[in-house]
């Protein structure tokens, strides 16, 4: 419980406010819970008495995000969701219909990058149009100019697991 003075209010009218229990991030976390790994069925039977981190413990969940069945399973969605797209782009003879699309997937992708980012500054480019991905490195550069950040990482789809590093 939390004592709050209205300062309106003389000091003898003070009130209590109860605060909701709120998770404390647990510095000595580690690990990942199981149930929130991948394969796990994303509930916890020991609940905010889990000595595992679980999305609520924010920061520490973002940095195992891609060890997740939460990100397996929205990275295959976004997988699908791209390779559909690819084969109706295929079909399609209009130029601006098809440009259109590549738009989509381009959105998407940096989408699915800015909410499940697989590291700091780690970005995956694989689906994207040619153009997509020169704009988006583009601005990525933009944005470590901005932000003063030294290092970026960037996963193309052109090759075998292609990472590219530049300063």
Not at 12 to 25: A, C, G, H, K, S
Not at 73 to 87: A, M
């Amino acid at each position: 419980m939390s004592f709050y003075t209205d300062f309106n209010m003389t000091v003898n009218q003070t009130f209590m406010v109860l605060d909701t229990p709120r998770r404390q991030e647990d510095p000595f976390k580690t690990r990942l819970c199981k149930s929130y790994a991948v394969g796990g069925d994303e509930d916890c039977k020991y609940g905010v008495h889990c000595k595992f981190i679980h999305p609520e413990d924010e920061e520490q969940y973002m940095r195992l995000i891609e060890y997740t069945e939460e990100y397996r399973r929205v990275k295959g969605d976004v997988q699908k969701e791209v390779q559909h797209l690819h084969g109706l782009k295929r079909t399609i003879n209009d130029a601006i219909k098809a440009n259109a699309i590549d738009e989509w997937i381009n959105r998407r992708i940096r989408l699915f990058n800015e909410v499940y980012p697989k590291a700091p500054n780690y970005y995956d480019l694989h689906g994207m149009s040619t153009r997509g991905a020169v704009n988006y490195v583009m601005d990525i550069c933009q944005m470590m100019r901005i932000n003063n950040i030294s290092t970026s990482w960037l996963e193309t789809g052109r090759g075998n697991q292609t990472l590219i590093i530049f300063h």
